[in-house]
């Protein structure tokens, strides 16, 4: 499995992402409203993966209470899978808790689904197959 | 830049190693204490890059601390850079905040220093240069 994304949740996306790309030298190759998340998000190339800066939409949501104080929180990884759909029956059939039972669409064209951190040691894991339809 | 590794803190390392490779895949590469950071280090492959699994030594050290109560906890993200001396020195020109001035070793033979978080948006950045002697 390849990192596809590392995602962080911000504070404050304007001035992150012109540290990221300013002084740290990443290139943005996505923004966009992803509304089934909540979350604006920004794509910044890094090899074959992608580091991702969130903002959350509702200041009361989940995610926007999973950063707390922080100016910003490594809030997921996200692992590239080649079928998702035939990952996840899989997993689960070896007792992983799934959030998301089928794949649902994520950024970029993606399709992903996310495991519950209760059976992935705590560390909340997306799954993505590129380039779903 | 590259993502060298991501750093997840862990509460059960062999719990949470037979998760990653049983159940989700991973291959391990390597296993080392790095004392210098006070922990014991599970590399596993993850396309270019590693998801790497620690487990600190002293339960009471700021990594401990760090895990709180979760069974595990994203701490990191390493990003590769060629020459890590020189982007140290421009980094900090830039105003960036370095826990390390100078580079140090690392897991697996590389060269690293971290970035003080409150000059990155909050999140724990550790650069990396590979195999430096």
Chains 1, 2 share one sequence.
């Not at 808790?97 to 064209?109: Q, S």
């Amino acid at each position: 499995m390849k990192i596809d994304h590392v995602a962080l949740v911000v504070a404050d996306l304007e001035s992150t992402l012109a540290l990221y790309t300013q002084t740290l030298g990443f290139t943005p190759v996505y923004r966009e409203i992803i509304l089934d998340q909540g979350v604006e998000a920004v794509g910044l190339q890094a090899g074959e993966s992608i580091v991702e800066l969130l903002r959350p939409l509702d200041p009361d949501s989940p995610i926007a209470r999973f950063r707390g104080d922080a100016d910003g929180r490594m809030h997921h990884v996200a692992y590239r899978v080649d079928d998702l759909a035939a990952t996840l029956s899989r997993l689960q059939a070896a007792g992983i808790r799934l959030i998301d039972e089928t794949p649902r669409k994520g950024a970029h064209g993606n399709r992903i689904a996310f495991l519950h951190p209760k059976s992935t040691g705590g560390v909340l894991i997306e799954l993505c197959q590129p380039g779903g339809a």
